[in-house]
C-alpha cells in the first residue's frame, strides 16, 4: 500500500466512524439509549437566550436522569460560529445546537445533524418546521415565539380592543400617542408591527416587487398620533408606566418581565384578528456530539408537553408540542391561529431598510 494513502484511510476512518455509531444509536431500543445517556452523564446545550432561567428550569431533567446539563454564556452568533467551525472535527464542545428557524434555511441540516430524529418517543406531536426554516427531521422546534399587542386593562376594555387593521387606525386617530412600536433596531416588536402593515396596506405583487409606498403613506398619516420608541423593552416600561394604553410585543417578553417584577402582572396581551408574526427556534444534535445519546434524551425532555407547559407558563412561550395544556390566563387557542408567518428574510431585509430610510430617517 501507498504511504502516501496511510493518512488519508486514517482520516477517513476518523470520520466515518461517529457516523456508524450515530447511525448503531439511532437503531437502538429507547430504553437502550436512556440507559447510554445516564452513562455519558452529561449533555452541553449551546442555547443564546435566556441561559439562568433554562439553568433553572434543566435541574428537572437532572434530577429525573441524574445527567448534568452544562449551558455556557453565549450569543446567537458567537454560538453559531462555533458550530460551523467544529463542523469537520471528529468530535466537538456542542451535544444540542439551539437556532432561530430562520437560520436553517442556511445549511444542509441533513449534514449537520444527528437524524431523522422520528426516533423520540413524542416526534409526532413536535413541530419541525418554524419560522421560515425546516427542519427536515433533523431539528424540533423547541420554543414558540409570538408577537401581539399588549395592552393595560385598567386603560382599554377588551371588549373595545382593535381587532381589524382598520380598527385599529381609527384607534390610533381617536387616541392619540396611545399607541406605540419600537425602532425595528431595538427589537423585533417593532419589526413585527412594521410587517403588520406591510400585510395590511400594500399587494401580495408589490410586496414581491418591493414597492412599499403605500404602507410608507400609513405612516406618514399617522406620524402625530403614534408613539415610537426605543425598544421592545422600552415600549412595555413605558406601558407599565401608563404612558401608553396598547404597545407591540413579544408575549414571551412580556412574561418574562412580569415575573421577575419589572412589569405589572395587570398587563395583558393579545393576538389581534388581522394578524401578528409569531415563530421561534429549534434544537438539533450536531452530528460530531459528543454526548449523543444524553443529548437525544434532553430534546426528548425540551420539547416533551410537560416541559412545553412549563415553559408556557414559567416564561410565556408559545407551546411546540401538540399535546400540551393550555396554561390558565394564557393566550386562548381561537387566538393562536391569528398568527400568521414572518416575511420571507429577502423581503423582510428590503422592507426594514426602506422603513429606516423613508420613515425613520425622515421624521
Do not use: C
Amino acid at each position: 500500500m501507498s504511504q502516501r494513502l496511510i493518512p488519508l484511510l486514517i482520516a477517513a476512518a476518523a470520520f466515518a466512524t461517529p457516523a456508524a455509531a450515530a447511525d448503531d444509536l439511532l437503531k437502538k431500543p429507547w430504553n437502550d439509549i436512556i440507559d447510554q445517556a445516564k452513562q455519558e452523564g452529561e449533555v452541553v446545550w449551546y442555547n443564546w437566550f435566556l441561559q439562568p432561567r433554562f439553568r433553572e428550569l434543566s435541574k428537572g431533567f437532572e434530577e429525573k436522569y441524574g445527567i448534568k446539563v452544562t449551558i455556557p454564556d453565549g450569543t446567537s452568533d458567537g454560538n453559531q460560529n462555533k458550530f460551523l467551525a467544529e463542523r469537520d472535527r471528529a468530535e466537538g464542545d456542542i451535544d444540542v445546537m439551539s437556532l432561530g428557524g430562520d437560520q436553517l434555511p442556511k445549511f444542509d441540516v441533513t449534514a449537520y445533524f444527528l437524524g431523522p430524529l422520528d426516533i423520540l418517543p413524542g416526534y409526532a406531536k413536535l413541530r419541525t418546521k418554524i419560522n421560515g426554516g425546516d427542519g427536515k427531521g433533523y431539528a424540533v422546534a423547541f420554543w414558540g415565539n409570538q408577537t401581539g399587542l399588549a395592552y393595560d386593562p385598567t386603560q382599554i376594555d377588551a371588549a373595545k380592543l382593535p381587532q381589524s387593521f382598520d380598527d385599529l387606525t381609527k384607534w390610533i386617530k381617536e387616541n392619540p400617542q396611545a399607541f406605540a412600536f419600537n425602532d425595528t433596531r431595538g427589537g423585533g416588536a417593532g419589526n413585527a408591527f412594521l410587517q403588520t402593515v406591510i400585510r395590511a396596506t400594500v399587494k401580495p405583487e408589490d410586496i414581491e416587487a418591493a414597492n412599499f409606498q403605500v404602507a410608507w403613506d400609513w405612516f406618514a398619516a399617522n406620524k402625530a398620533n403614534y408613539g415610537f420608541t426605543a425598544s421592545n423593552a422600552d415600549s412595555l416600561t413605558r406601558l407599565n408606566g401608563g404612558e401608553f394604553q396598547i404597545v407591540s410585543a413579544w408575549e414571551d417578553h412580556l412574561a418574562g418581565l412580569q415575573q421577575k417584577g419589572e412589569i405589572d402582572k395587570r398587563m395583558k396581551f393579545y393576538i389581534p384578528k388581522f394578524g401578528m408574526p409569531g415563530g421561534g427556534n429549534v434544537v438539533g444534535i450536531p452530528a460530531n456530539a459528543k454526548h449523543k445519546a444524553a443529548a437525544l434524551l434532553f430534546v426528548d425532555w425540551l420539547t416533551s408537553a410537560e416541559t412545553q407547559t412549563l415553559l408556557s407558563k414559567e416564561m410565556g412561550a408559545a407551546p411546540v408540542n401538540s399535546d400540551a395544556t393550555a396554561v390558565p390566563g394564557g393566550v386562548p387557542a381561537e387566538q393562536r391561529a391569528n398568527a400568521v408567518d414572518w416575511l420571507p428574510v429577502k423581503q423582510a431585509d428590503a422592507v426594514k431598510a426602506q422603513f429606516l430610510e423613508k420613515v425613520v430617517m425622515g421624521q
